[in-house]
């Protein structure tokens, strides 16, 4: 079975630029997540998707935003990207919110985005 | 405001001896833990995870030991295996809220040695 997808693998952006990335749920799972991960540090949530609405929402400006479609697939956008925005995007799905088999979050491999 | 706390950044640890990596959370919401390993260019691998419920959850070589009363959690791998150097991440959620958003620690490289 094919895990989490996630495209593209590397993206070099310059300041002010919007970035678009994408991911793709395991087969099933109607819960996606964004998480940002900077060098060092451990993944920080950005946003999750259920069943294409927000389900909750990090500690992030509004130039992020993220939106779920009928597959389950999403979307991260960022806009106006500024240096502080290059780290590794991780994408992670899950059965659901809530309820058995919900509380695992399995991840994709990432886009490492690079802001010059 | 670091709610998950990873505080050992490293350990080094003999094949075949068992690791021990250690992780304090200071939100009492956190109800639900997991334990994520990640090699280089790729995602978090989930390992293993326990409900605040029980103290221990094992499987095969990974056990994950919960104290609540002191808001720490442990795995342990036993016999560690090269194979298993990698960075591992503590998580939290709080399954309570209706959401399973995850809270991270700031992981632990762990390098065994052949």
């Known amino acids: 079975d094919a895990g989490v997808t996630q495209s593209p693998t590397h993206l070099i952006k310059t300041r002010g630029q919007q970035v678009t990335l994408r991911c793709s749920p395991i087969?099933?799972?109607?819960?996606v997540s964004w998480y940002q991960q900077v060098l060092g540090q451990g993944p920080q949530f950005i946003f999750q998707?259920?069943?294409?609405?927000?389900?909750g929402r990090g500690n992030f400006p509004d130039r992020f935003s993220a939106r779920q479609f009928p597959n389950y697939s999403s979307e991260l956008n960022v806009n106006a990207l500024l240096l502080g925005d290059s780290a590794l995007y991780l994408c992670?799905?899950?059965?659901?919110?809530?309820?058995?088999?919900?509380?695992?979050?399995?991840f994709g491999p990432g886009t490492r985005l690079t802001v010059t | 405001d670091q709610q998950v706390k990873q505080n050992s950044p490293s350990l080094s640890v003999q094949e075949g001896r068992i690791s021990i990596l250690n992780c304090d959370y200071t939100?009492?919401?956190?109800?639900?833990f997991l334990w994520y390993k990640k090699y280089p260019a790729e995602g978090p691998t989930f390992l293993i995870s326990?409900?605040?419920?029980?103290d221990k959850n094992e499987d095969g070589r990974f056990t994950v030991f919960l104290n609540k009363s002191a808001k720490h959690l442990s795995l342990h791998i036993v016999p560690s295996q090269p194979g298993d150097s990698a960075v591992y991440f503590c998580?939290?959620?709080?399954?309570?809220?209706?959401?399973?958003?995850?809270?991270f620690g700031t992981g632990t490289r762990l390098t065994v040695i052949p």
């Open positions: 998707y259920y069943e294409k609405e927000e389900r």
């Open positions: 087969s099933g799972h109607k819960s």
């Open positions: 992670a799905s899950s059965l659901g919110t809530s309820g058995q088999g919900s509380y695992e979050q399995y």
């Open positions: 998580a939290a959620s709080k399954r309570q809220t209706g959401a399973n958003n995850l809270f």
């Open positions: 326990i409900s605040s419920i029980k």
């Open positions: 939100n009492s919401m956190f109800d639900y």
